[in-house]
């Protein structure tokens, strides 16, 4: 493929794959679809917009209640068609990406699509922000883009914000730019909006795939001072929010307290399952401040089958480092999470058949990519 970029030549898929169970608690979405009236109302507006015509050019419209729902001024919002575009965005635009690690893997991703040179820091120990090393980083060669989750993903640790305040100071100071992406801030009650106000060094990423119950749409944003804001925009290509997402997010917020209702509930149900796991012979639950939380199991293939026998999907993060054995579970519904529980504690005392083999005893390929 000489016609590509030679950067292009190694690009692995992103490393999801989907697996069919009935119990779906690996993609950190909210468990709640979109009630019935709120559904009614986004199609009503939809069938009142012209399918014909362009919509905004750049969701105009979306961004006008974005403004009104997080008190930002409109011409500092870019929307998209998910936060992975801001993210790709971001990371297209940047010198270089310096990342934590483990961390969501699309920052690298982004980096590695756009041919971004890509550097992390191994988070310290106990999940913390690794501040020094960060700001060791940013204090050599050319700025770039720092992606900062908070609550982080895939660890669900909230980070204080005198360390990310710090980590912005450094990004004036050498002229990065901090993303600060919180797409799990309703679990968290944290909102690092303040860091950003006002300051061409910091950009606030959110998205509506979480506790807005938005997987489907496909939608975030990022909020940012004007001038950064229209750059970002600018990458972008126009027109790339349609006429039916924009009905579905204007009409979701005018009801701007679901989100934080969606949040609180699995709040309290994250720390059901938590204290429940607490209990657990050999997993070991980590802390989360997130709509999902790390497990460690003596071996995560093991653990991970058992679930899955038992018609729970979670997801694999024993890849990553420092995750040796680690799960990653998402909060579901009450009744989903009870479902968990059991399987996590039938899972010790009956492990399913051929459970801790390797796939060359049992005789067959190893899944091919194993499911993460
Ligand atoms: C930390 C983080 N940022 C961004 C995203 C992607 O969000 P979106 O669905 O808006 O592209 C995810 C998705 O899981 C995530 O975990």
């Known amino acids: ?59 105009e419209g979306v961004r006008a209640s974005v403004a009104r729902f997080m008190n930002w001024p409109a011409e500092g919002i870019v929307v998209a068609p998910g936060s992975n575009f801001l993210i790709l965005a971001l990371a297209q635009a940047a010198n270089r990406v310096l990342d934590t690690s483990p961390s969501f893997a699309f920052y690298e991703g982004a980096a590695r699509v756009t041919g971004t040179l890509y550097t992390s ?14 700001v060791r980083e940013m204090d050599q060669g050319a700025p770039g883009v720092v992606f900062v989750a908070t609550p982080h993903a895939p660890t669900g640790a909230v980070f204080p914000v005198p ?28 909102d690092l909006r303040p860091l950003a106000r006002g300051n061409p060094s910091v950009v606030i990423l959110r998205t509506f795939s979480k506790a807005f119950g938005l997987g489907g749409v496909r ?3 990022l909020l940012a001072v004007p001038d950064v804001a229209v750059k970002l925009q600018a990458m972008l290509p126009p027109f790339d929010v349609p006429v039916h997402t924009a009905a579905v997010l204007e009409t979701v917020l005018e009801s701007p307290g679901r989100a934080a209702e969606v949040g609180a509930l699995l709040v309290a149900e994250r720390e059901r399952v938590l204290a429940g796991l607490g209990r657990h012979p050999t997993w070991r639950p980590h802390p989360s401040r997130a709509n999902f939380f790390l497990v460690r199991t003596p071996d995560a293939e093991v653990a991970w089958r058992s679930l899955l026998s038992r018609g729970i999907l979670v997801r694999r993060q024993d890849h990553l480092p420092g995750l040796t054995g680690c799960l990653r579970v998402s909060v579901g519904t009450p009744a989903q999470n009870d479902a968990f529980l059991k399987a996590a504690f039938e899972a010790v005392a009956d492990p399913p058949a051929g459970a801790g083999l390797t796939d060359a005893a049992r005789n067959r390929p190893a899944p091919d990519p194993t499911p993460r």
């Not at 030679?6 to 794959?17: K, T």
């Not at 993609?27 to 069938?47: F, G, V, Y």
């Not at 820091?121 to 960060?134: A, K, N």
């Open 1 to 59: 493929m000489d016609a590509f970029k030679p950067h292009l030549s190694g690009l692995a898929a992103y490393p999801y794959r989907k697996v069919e169970a009935a119990i779906k608690l690996d993609q950190n979405e909210s468990p709640w679809d979109l009630p019935e009236d709120l559904k009614n109302l986004a199609l009503e507006r939809m069938r009142h917009a012209p399918w014909n015509r362009y919509p905004d050019m750049h969701a």
């Open 163 to 190: 360390d990310v305040a710090r980590v912005a100071e450094k990004a004036r100071e050498r002229g990065w730019i901090l993303a600060i992406d919180e797409a799990y801030c309703q679990f968290s009650g944290t």
């Open 121 to 134: 820091m191994p988070l310290t120990p106990g999940f913390g922000l690794p501040v020094d090393g960060l």
């Open 219 to 221: 939608a975030g944003f």
